[in-house]
């Protein structure tokens, strides 16, 4: 109800505002220009009625909610239609309509203001003037990509996720088909990604940021000859072990929640394909119990029979002491460029508010951030790390090959994992990958960071346990 009469003056205002620009387009030439009218006119209706619908099937949407709610208090994967049925809609209609709606607001914003004020600012030699043109060529983009959505969801068709069984079950398979349309066929095969990804909403009013913190990824190649044909056109076998460990789909609050993205990706002719979906996955009375989950590996400690990558960013070989893994500097060019350009951009607004009347706090606070970031970007452009796995384990991590070096004893040695450290991008971005060892003692220590490709990890994780005899104390371990 309160959405409903907070929308109502914006489309009230968005009526009057259009019938205004309605007026001076049929007005004698030389009258006022109708586009200021026209754009406010159009915004506030969008923005206004776009609340009252929101008002209006809201309600509906909240009282079936709590319907579905009451009927299946334990059973969470049926309170939404497409789990319920066990047919995952992607994202791709969605991001669609999205990219289209931001796009057009925001040229119906840019064009005007930058047709009325560009002349003025050149007139005067100002360097405003190449600021406002930037808002238009900004929106040439946006409807680029609006128009590239939308040539994919005509191509692709409405893709959906068939699940075999709902919902996911931690500890056990995720299974099904990816229902697509694919004009030209996947030469190459298809990329899929399981992601467990935490969601969550910091802020308050206009300053509100959504994070989007990848927890956990596995990847899977399907190749062409593993296609088939289907309803849609094309089927794509999906089947993904969900760690015992995992975070199942939880949602806290409106501002924080727990979810799981499928993702699927193909180059091919003209638009790639790309489709996302939100899948159910839970904890069930088929999740293993405590007697069964303690034969599995721990959560994200990998398997030992990974396969070695055919390209590799680190440069593995045998050596006198024994085998070296030398992780060198600068391995992950574009996140360390995009790293600069972050450090850059917090020194220089530090720079620019030490010169104008802020208070100091501000200038401070931009220089400590760009002070941080500069650390990262030195580690990113110039950290290496070697280790050598022989008769003990020697570790030396520093800037440009130098560093503390340190011997540890495969007795010391408790675990050998990885976790993500960082990520470029939301819930489907790219992940940069820690190898971390824990000692018996409980200390801590990275054998490489920001490793880039999960099968180059997960294949340096195994060797690296190989090599100190770790993978043997489990397998005793076990039969004990």
Known sequence: ??????????????????????????????????????????????????????????????????????????????????WAAGRVKSRTETNMIAAWVFAVIWNLVSWPIAI????????????????????????????????????????????????????????????GCIQARFPHSPDHGVTLRLSSVHRYTTGSANTQTTHENILWRTEAEVNSGQLSPGPAGTTIPVAFHIPVGAQPTEKLNAQDEFLWLLEATANVPGVDYHDVFEVPVFRTKDTPQAEEASEEMAFGVQSSEAQRPGQLTVRVQQITEGTEFYFPAARNKGFAVSMTAFAGAFGGLAYFL???????????????????????????????????????LMLQSGLLGGGRVQQIAFSDIASIGDRISAQQGGG???????????????????????????????????EMRRLTGLDRKSMTAGMA
């Open 428 to 462: 489907t971005g790219t992940p940069y990958y820690n190898i971390e060892m824990t000692l018996r003692s409980g200390k801590k220590l990275t054998l490489g960071r920001t490793v880039r490709d999960q099968r180059e990890t997960e294949w340096l994780v195994s």
């Open 1 to 82: 109800m309160l959405v409903g009469l907070f929308g109502l003056p914006f489309a009230v205002f968005g009526v009057f505002a259009l019938a205004q620009a309605i007026k001076l387009m049929v007005a004698p030439a030389g009258s006022q220009s109708f586009w200021y009218p026209m754009m406010f006119g159009v915004i506030f209706s969008l923005i206004g009625f776009g609340l009252l619908y929101l008002a209006l099937g809201g309600r509906k949407l909240y009282a079936r909610q709590l319907r579905l709610q009451d009927e299946h208090p334990t059973e969470p994967w049926l309170w939404r239609a497409d």
């Open 116 to 175: 009325s004020a560009a002349p003025v600012a050149v007139q005067q030699k100002s360097p405003g003037a190449y600021f406002v043109l930037l808002f238009p060529v900004i929106g040439v983009f946006l409807l680029i990509y609006a128009i590239r959505r939308t040539i994919a969801f005509v191509e692709f068709g409405k893709t959906y996720f068939e699940m075999a069984s709902v919902p996911g079950v931690v500890g056990r398979e995720l299974k």
């Open 354 to 392: 030490t010169h104008t009347r802020a208070p100091f706090f501000f200038p401070l606070a931009f220089g400590l951030f760009a002070v941080i970031l500069g650390y990262f970007t030195a580690q990113m452009w110039l950290g290496t790390t070697r280790v050598v796995i022989g008769n003990s």
